[in-house]
């Protein structure tokens, strides 16, 4: 909903993902002043149809739609990005079906790097509901020692210096320097930050950050791709679970 830039790129890249896979998509671009009724309308018509596996809406929305509304109205089983209370519920007990794409994706780059969890100290620096609270999760359920941190930190460098795996997602560019990170930590940046026209770069001071690192990935090219690969993975597994696989 509304047009914000980023938005944009992000459901231009999921449509393409789809398109390369074979899935089928439909977009709703809705105007800015559509009103919270029609989008929750829209929302419900696609929980009911039968060849309709998963539905997301595209954060953020704009401020006269009530975020957490509409979050709830998606379908449990259709809810690819796994934001209804439900599906974050499953993801405390580690029963879940959907796992958040991003935090999903930064475990998925961990596993096929052999690096192994458990036992690790693990710093995510971050506590949203998209990133930062799940990425905790997933890491505790993989064995980690895991600290939370966010802007009310004290003495941050001190907590990201004893992480083992360091996690950044704090949406503030180069955030992270170089004496922040443990030599040899293994370093993961989420954030995508627009600092020109054409610039994007991540949570972590990437140049400093590469001399201290034992593994780290790059803005743009680490995470952000994962997150789509992991957004199709859930879609996947909705078609499974609604039993909407199969020929349109
Ligand atoms: N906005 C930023 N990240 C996300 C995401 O993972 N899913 C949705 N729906 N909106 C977002």
Known sequence: MGDD???RVYVNNKKKACADLGIYSEEYALPAET???ELLDLIKTLNKKNDISGVLVQLPLPKHINEKTVLDTIDPKKDVDAFHPVNVGKIMVGDFDFVPCTPAGVMELIKESGIDVAGKDCVVVGRSNIVGKPQAMLLLHKN?????????????AEKTRKADILVAAVGIPNFIKGDMIKPGAVVIDVGINRVAEKKLVGDVDFEEAEKVAGAITPVPGGVGPMTIAMLMRNTLKAAELNNTKGEK
């Open 5 to 7: 830039p980023a938005s």
């Open 35 to 37: 009103t919270e009724e």
């Open 144 to 156: 980690g020692t895991v600290t939370i941190c966010h802007s009310k930190t004290a003495d941050l």
